[in-house]
């Protein structure tokens, strides 16, 4: 398992619910953990490992010492999100941009946990601006496309970079070259 970086198309496919927790889909939330701890990241969502099923973790530290700020979450739903703010926002698909991104202040989540239990939680400030990111990952929806114009003119040469990078690897074979690019 490795983290996908953009513009690889697996980042726009929409992630199926999840209906059977077996043991794959438990493996697979562990897996993700380890890599998100591994990159320093503060939550890694399903597509960014090449996967079509809507699972996501987060740990809202980014520390792997403070378990207790870890959520495994299967099929999470945004049920109620209130007010407007700016953040900084980065990604670990794409490594190196960080943006001010217009996020809600506070969200109400659902979510079911690898044992089936369900949970709500409810959370302002940075851990709802990470449910928000994720929860996108998982509709296919990426952070660059949230950004408003100016954030935007600010990415567009580390985009552009994204890209010439991902295509020169795709000539190279490291990524098959016959995947549908979305840009
Ligand atoms: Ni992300």
């Not at 496919?13 to 059977?20: D, H, L, N, Q």
């Not at 960014?48 to 378990?67: E, H, K, R, S």
Request: charged residues 25%; neutral net charge; proline residues 7%.
């Amino acid at each position: 398992m490795n983290v996908l970086s953009y513009p690889h198309p697996a980042l726009r496919v929409k992630a199926r619910p999840v209906t059977t927790l077996d043991a794959a889909v438990i493996q697979a939330g562990r897996e993700m953990l380890e890599l998100m701890y591994k990159q320093e990241g503060l939550g890694l969502a399903a597509q960014q490992v090449g996967l079509d099923y809507q699972i996501l973790v987060i740990n809202f530290q980014g520390d792997p010492a403070c378990p207790e700020q870890e959520v495994v979450a299967i099929n999470p739903v945004i049920l109620e999100s209130k007010g407007s703010e700016k953040g900084r926002e980065g990604c670990l698909s794409f490594p190196g941009l960080y943006q001010d991104i217009r996020r809600a202040k506070m969200v109400r989540v659902q979510y079911y946990d690898l044992t089936g239990k369900p949970f709500e939680m409810t959370c302002t400030g940075l851990p709802a601006r990470i449910w928000q990111h994720e929860i996108d990952h998982l509709n296919g929806v990426l952070f660059i496309d949230k950004m408003g114009p100016l954030a935007r003119m600010g990415s567009k040469k580390a985009i552009e970079d994204f890209v010439t990078s991902f295509r020169k690897k795709q000539e190279k074979g490291d990524i098959p070259p016959d995947v549908e690019m979305k840009l």
